[in-house]
T-cell receptor, first 115, second 116 residues
């Protein structure tokens, strides 16, 4: 009954391959995010969705495509993987209720290694 | 644009001592939220504490307290009675006023090492 779950947790693949990371939250939150954490631990937002609507689409290569089939799921598909895509990818969610602190609830992260 | 600065890449503290992790931020918004997260070596992100920009009292959660100085735009995390399990990366983050999927901005983090 993990609140925000990501699969797979580890992904090792060759350059040029296409891969997906899935994320599901059972918290009933309206907003979901993808963050990338690089080797220096810096966290940068990639995308955010609110009720399946794309809100933020930061400057990431268009090889990265998010898909939100419903408000509980936000998947990340990556085409033509490159060495520089190696990172930890975090899915997160937050409620939109006014008065709530709006903290992010993170998944456990998916460590992607591109060889 | 919002920005978070954490000037201490690494900190050491003796077990049972208190430690302050610095965080300064830059925003033109009047309303915002400030957060601290802990990332142990296992990798998960753990929410520690929240401070709203209009909160008059400094936030406290157990051994964690947030020293909020709005005029200086600082939101330092104070950990009292450090424990070995506090060794981790600590991130300061800021959320803009409307939580409509807007961007949480994170600082670069401070790696805290607690010495026995």
């Amino acid at each position: 009954d993990t609140a925000v779950s990501q699969t797979p947790k580890y992904l090792v693949t060759q350059m040029g391959n296409d891969k997906s990371i899935k994320c599901e939250q059972n918290l009933g939150h309206d907003t979901m995010y993808w963050y990338k954490q690089d080797s220096k631990k810096f966290l940068k937002i990639m995308f955010s969705y609110n009720n399946k609507e794309l809100i933020i689409n930061e400057t990431v290569p268009n090889r990265f495509s998010p898909k939100s089939p419903d408000k509980a799921h936000l998947n990340l598909h990556i085409n033509s993987l490159e060495l520089g895509d190696s990172a930890v990818y975090f899915c997160a969610s937050s409620p939109r209720d006014r008065g709530y602190t709006g903290e992010l609830f993170f998944g456990e992260g998916s460590r992607l290694t591109v060889l | 644009a919002q920005k978070i600065t954490q000037t201490q890449p690494g900190m050491f503290v003796q077990e049972k001592e208190a430690v302050t992790l610095d965080c300064t931020y830059d925003t033109s918004d009047q309303s915002y939220g400030l957060f601290w997260y802990k990332q142990p070596s296992s990798g998960e992100m753990i929410f520690l504490i929240y401070q709203g920009s209009y909160d008059e009292q400094n936030a406290t959660e157990g051994r964690y307290s947030l020293n909020f100085q709005k005029a200086r735009k600082s939101a330092n995390l104070v950990i009292s009675a450090s424990q070995l399990g506090d060794s981790a990366m600590y991130f300061c983050a800021m959320r803009p006023p409307d939580n409509y999927g807007q961007n949480f901005v994170f600082g670069p983090g401070t790696r805290l090492s607690v010495l026995p």
